[in-house]
């Protein structure tokens, strides 16, 4: 009975670690985008352990993290510092989060009923012209995508596809993003063209027009995110 206990009491605990380490990580991350930090800005974990509160575990954990997608990198003296990135790399995560979507729309085990984009109400407010407020066609495209992402059809898949669209939703919101030159106001009349397609596709149950909707929509987006190289005056 006490061994139990104690494994449940241990058991409790890494779940909160875990859930402690994702809070840092989704901090650094917005700290990243927005421009708080820098281009090879040197990350210490004992500061950043004193700044969020927390002990040097889930710093470290987070670090790890954000080395795996790409946001920081260990330099050649061992220190960790803010990778070099800039809107090419928000173009690849954008490209490659298109096919996954892409592969989710034609897969059998994904139910299409299960996307907001589907709901009568959008299509009511398609066919009346109603604004979608801040809903832009990129944030409806990050709908569709976190709507898949809520679906058991693949775990594996979705834990990728969730690594890709987090630094994608904040990019698009950050300041760092004009910095960078991108301008979303072009080719705005085709995006949205492709998602009124995607939503008919849909509710049609047709996963290939759906698939190529998708992929029609990342073609149109994609080539902003190559607008310009960024220097470390568009950070100041």
């Known amino acids: 009975?006490?061994?139990?206990?104690?494994?449940?009491?241990?058991?409790?605990?890494?779940?909160?670690?875990?859930?402690?380490?994702?809070?840092?990580?989704?901090?650094?991350?917005?700290?990243?985008?927005?421009?708080?930090?820098?281009?090879?800005?040197?990350?210490?974990?004992?500061?950043?352990?004193?700044?969020?509160?927390?002990?040097?575990?889930?710093?470290?954990?987070?670090?790890?993290?954000?080395?795996?997608?790409?946001?920081?990198?260990?330099?050649?003296?061992?220190?960790?510092q803010i990778a070099d990135w800039d809107a090419t790399d928000m173009h690849d995560r954008l490209v490659m989060a298109g096919r996954l979507v892409a592969l989710a729309l034609t897969d059998s085990r994904f139910d299409l009923t299960e996307l907001r984009i589907a709901a009568p109400e959008y299509e009511a407010a398609q066919h009346e012209g109603a604004p979608r407020g801040a809903h832009t066609d990129i944030q409806l495209f990050l709908e569709v995508a976190e709507d898949i992402t809520f679906s058991p059809w693949s775990r594996s898949v979705n834990r990728v596809l969730v690594e890709l669209?987090?630094?994608?939703?904040?990019?698009?919101?950050?300041?760092?993003?004009?910095?960078?030159?991108?301008?979303?106001?072009?080719?705005?009349?085709?995006?949205?063209?492709?998602?009124?397609?995607?939503?008919?596709?849909v509710r049609a149950g047709d996963r290939d027009s759906a698939k190529r909707q998708v992929l029609d929509y990342v073609t149109h987006l994609a080539p902003l995110l190559q607008a310009t190289t960024p220097t470390e005056s568009h950070y100041a």
């Open 165 to 201: 669209l987090h630094p994608l939703a904040l990019y698009f919101t950050s300041p760092v993003m004009l910095a960078h030159g991108v301008d979303l106001t072009r080719d705005e009349r085709p995006r949205t063209a492709c998602l009124s397609g995607l939503a008919e596709a």
């Open 1 to 80: 009975m006490i061994q139990s206990i104690r494994s449940a009491s241990r058991h409790r605990g890494a779940i909160a670690q875990r859930l402690l380490g994702d809070t840092v990580f989704e901090r650094l991350l917005a700290d990243i985008i927005s421009g708080r930090f820098t281009p090879h800005e040197r990350l210490r974990v004992d500061d950043l352990a004193y700044e969020l509160a927390v002990s040097r575990t889930p710093v470290r954990e987070a670090i790890t993290r954000l080395a795996w997608t790409g946001f920081v990198e260990v330099a050649r003296n061992s220190h960790t």
